[in-house]
């Protein structure tokens, strides 16, 4: 049996974390984790690596999800799909520059959300590189 796609969930409104969790177990996914701080998915992403991140932009702390990708990317590359309640032009490209797996607006629509996350693996799977 293939080992469930581990996610960590960085999202500071619990409510809405909460959804996230329940709707992407429910579909096949495992939560590796869920942080509420950019410095909390450093550290969280550092010690036990998820397969896939899906952080939100602003977030409780001193760094938003931009920049706590960055710093994750530093050390590892981990895929990330920003999502954000806010569609500004300024913040999509900061993100634009990390080559997100996807930026979704929220309410993300977990078929869209499966099917980047799914794509994304499956593609990886049959990659010749």
Do not use: C, W
Not at 52 to 79: F, Y
Not at 87 to 115: G, Q, Y
């Amino acid at each position: 049996m293939v080992n469930p796609i581990r996610i960590l969930v960085v999202e500071d409104e619990v409510l809405t974390a909460m959804m996230m969790q329940s709707q992407l177990k429910k579909a096949g996914y495992s939560i590796s984790g869920h942080v509420t701080t950019g410095e909390n998915a450093i550290l969280s992403a550092a010690g036990d690596p998820p397969d896939l991140i899906l952080m939100d932009i602003r977030l409780a702390g001193k760094i938003d999800g931009v920049e706590a990708a960055t710093a994750i990317n530093a050390e590892r590359e981990i895929p990330v799909i920003f999502v954000t309640g806010y569609d500004e032009k300024s913040v999509r490209e900061r993100a634009e520059t990390l080559n997100p797996l996807a930026f979704m607006i929220k309410p993300v629509a977990m078929r869209e959300l499966k099917a980047k996350i799914d794509g994304h693996f499956r593609q990886g799977d049959q990659a010749v590189e």
